[in-house]
């Protein structure tokens, strides 16, 4: 093998050069052709052993073969050897040496010698190992010297190969933490152009509700010819003017109808007939469009049936008789005219009509009421019981601080049927009139804190209502049982309220007349004696009678 190598002499190829190849392939080959200078040896190939066989593959290789095929058969002496835990391997102390595979014309070449690259797990028995193979055409042995030698370089290229792979795992790492880094921006970035389309859509459907704006701007997203419709099937915009019906020829497979929801309510649907695969494979920014596009639908159901509500309370006050069709509108909005209502009417004068229809719309619908602009007046119909007067009061209070400006309101009496609907809207108009004329603007009172002052300063409609309001039980009795409790209830109140004194004014036993007022009592109920009821009661008797006279 040439010149021999004492056992001082410095290895060649340290680890700690700056030149060591980075990468596993010129590693490997670095180690081969550093190994053959090491002992001038014509050829020296690295190979992976395994037991699997057993096998030895050449993985790197220098010498005049290198740019050959080099192999050794599965059953070289030196295959088991460093499985087994040998650091080293020569032919000179064990069996001969096979040849290696790829011969010139000077011979074949021989393995002499085999060393386990690595010494960083220590030398136990394995299932696959790394080893320098050096190669002479010639059986030589190797000395001494040249053994630890060999052992001290398969040490470093052992410590060599493990800093490669631990940099090719880093790299590896860093890699896919490069591609992870990649994708997570990639996914901001598409989050981030999700929500201002999110942004644009809803200012789309809230700011401007320009429908056709909005499919228009879909269609240009999506890629996709888009028409929105109602649940009942009325197209409210299409982004195409061919869109506005069913397009022939269309494959089944390119139209997609996607519903529009408002909560578990189902507004409509969005529906979209595709050119080519649509531009939201994943579907995410079509579910935000439906989003937006349940903004729309919503406020295009709100504002119907907003118009439907004010134009059925604009007939109720306007209509003395309802029909059946006026009562069957108010119950599909759910307004029930036989249960107790009251009609209050607002003046707030100086207010924009469509800032005063927008508090009106919002105040009424806190009890499912209705509400109405009429002749500059607000008006709205209130369900429940309340207090008439407290529901005046609240309207004014909250109309006056939302308008800044005072607000003058009336309540009528509570009512129900939809025929009294005219009748309490034109007693709570009086109350309204009588209170600007009386200069009691700015304040919310009821028909009945004013008591009978309205209706007698109405003229004579006035007066008839204001009988009717306040004996029409009495009058009825009378009238369908030819009774006599007018003129009874006439005697008692100029007899000072004495039933014996009113027998004698009559001619009658004060029984009878007992009697009459228990009757007066169950028509016109239980309070009907207290002083402001009495007064009206009163009133009302000799309006009654001298309308009766003349």
């Not at 134009?311 to 306007?318: F, G, P, S, V």
């Not at 009691?440 to 309001?469: H, K, N, T, Y």
Request: hydrophobic share 45%.
């Amino acid at each position: 093998m040439g010149g021999s190598t004492e056992q001082g002499t410095a290895v060649p190829g340290s680890a700690d050069e700056a030149g060591v190849p980075h990468d596993e392939g010129g590693l490997l080959r670095d180690i081969a052709r550093q190994g053959r200078r090491l002992l001038d040896a014509p050829a020296a190939f690295v190979a992976v052993v395994s037991e699997d066989g057993p096998t030895i593959s050449v993985r790197a290789a220098d010498g005049p073969h290198e740019d050959g095929r080099l192999d050794l058969p599965g059953h070289h002496p030196s295959g088991p050897a460093l499985l087994d835990g040998s650091p080293l391997w020569c032919a000179d102390s064990g069996p001969a040496a096979a040849p290696v595979s790829g011969s010139d014309g000077d011979g074949a070449l021989h393995a002499v010698v085999a060393v386990r690259l690595g010494h960083l797990r220590g030398y136990a028995p394995r299932r696959s190992v790394a080893a320098l193979y050096l190669a002479d055409r010639r059986p030589r042995t190797v000395t001494e010297g040249e053994r630890v030698q060999l052992a001290s370089f398969a040490r470093l290229a052992g410590a060599a190969m493990e800093k490669t792979q631990l940099l090719d795992v880093a790299i590896a790492r860093l890699y896919g933490l490069e591609q992870q880094s990649a994708r997570t921006a990639a996914d901001l970035d598409r989050m981030r152009a999700l929500r201002s389309a999110h942004y644009g859509f809803i200012d789309l459907a809230v700011a401007r509700g320009d429908a056709r704006a909005f499919v228009v701007e879909a269609d240009r997203r999506l890629g996709a010819s888009v028409r929105l419709c109602t649940d009942d099937g009325l197209v409210v915009a299409a982004s195409r003017s061919a869109a506005a019906g069913p397009e022939p020829g269309v494959p089944d497979g390119r139209r997609m109808v996607v519903p529009v929801l408002a909560g578990d309510r189902r507004m409509g649907d969005l529906l979209l007939e595709m050119d080519s695969p649509l531009a939201d494979p994943d579907g995410q920014l079509l579910l935000l469009i439906a989003q937006a596009a349940a903004v729309i639908l919503r406020q295009l159901d709100d504002s119907r049936e907003s118009q439907a509500r004010r134009a059925l309370l604009n007939e109720l006050i306007t209509t003395p008789q309802p029909t059946g069709t006026l009562v069957e509108r108010a119950r599909r909005l759910g307004v029930r005219l036989d249960r107790p209502y009251v009609v209050v009417v607002l003046r707030p004068d100086g207010v924009s009509p469509h800032w005063a229809s927008m508090w009106s719309a919002a105040f009424a619908a806190r009890g499912d009421g209705l509400s109405a602009l009429h002749d500059d007046d607000i008006v709205l119909l209130l369900p429940g019981e309340a207090d008439p007067a407290e529901i005046a009061r609240t309207a004014a209070e909250e109309s006056g601080a939302l308008f800044g400006r005072p607000v003058t309101a009336a309540a009528s009496d509570s009512g129900s049927g939809p025929e009294r609907v005219a009748v309490r809207y034109r007693q709570a108009l009086r109350c309204l009139d009588v209170m600007i004329s009386m200069e009691l603007a700015g304040r919310g009172v009821s028909v009945r804190e004013l008591g009978f002052l309205p209706m007698l300063l109405a003229g004579r409609e006035g007066i008839d209502q204001f009988i009717d309001a306040t004996l029409q039980p009495v009058l009825d009795y009378d009238r369908h049982r030819d009774g006599d409790l007018a003129r009874t209830l006439d005697a008692y109140f100029e007899a000072g309220r004495s039933p014996t004194n009113a027998a004698e004014l009559l001619h009658m036993h004060p029984n009878t007349v007992t009697r009459r007022l228990d009757r007066v009592k169950r028509l016109l109920g239980p309070t009907w004696q207290l002083p402001a009821r009495a007064l009206e009661i009163q009133l009302a008797l000799r309006l009654h009678r001298l309308l009766t006279e003349l």
